[in-house]
């Protein structure tokens, strides 16, 4: 298996470099007519909606939407596509920052029952405990 970087992602999403837009189209049409399927990092999440919101200027709404689009395609390893599911699951149901999310969320799949923050805003979420 196979992992997939951050630019692989944003590239996938943003169409902002033509060449780099349709070797991942190719890509990922190889890997579906083969059956290969793509691990993300969780990191990976994280960064991606970084750049997403910060540079490309994509907002919370819209940024959910696509990464949901994402994670029904069937190139994507069933662990990534199952912890974003459940990410943006999460993500509905709360106002965290998507990155706080992906963080409390990676530690609940890890086992733990909490994620100890100084963030009072993400302490109102069943995944952060106020430190």
């Not at 990092?41 to 997403?52: I, R």
């Not at 994402?70 to 994507?76: E, G």
């Not at 069933?78 to 998507?98: N, V």
Request: glycine letters at 4%.
């Amino acid at each position: 298996m196979k992992a997939l970087d951050t630019n692989v992602i944003v590239r996938f999403l943003t169409r902002d470099n033509a060449a780099q837009h349709a070797a991942v189209l190719w890509r990922f049409e190889q890997a579906r007519t083969t059956g290969e399927q793509f691990y993300v990092a969780v990191p990976v999440w994280a960064e991606a909606s970084w750049v997403l919101t910060r540079i490309y200027g994509v907002d919370r709404g819209a940024l959910l939407t696509a990464l949901e689009a994402f994670s029904q395609l069937p190139v994507l390893a069933p662990s990534s596509a199952g912890f974003l599911r459940q990410c943006l699951t999460a993500a509905k149901a709360t106002a965290l920052d998507w990155p706080d999310v992906i963080v409390g969320m990676a530690a609940r799949e890890a086992g733990c029952e909490a994620t100890l923050s100084f963030d009072k805003q993400a302490a109102k979420s069943d995944l952060f405990e106020l430190l």
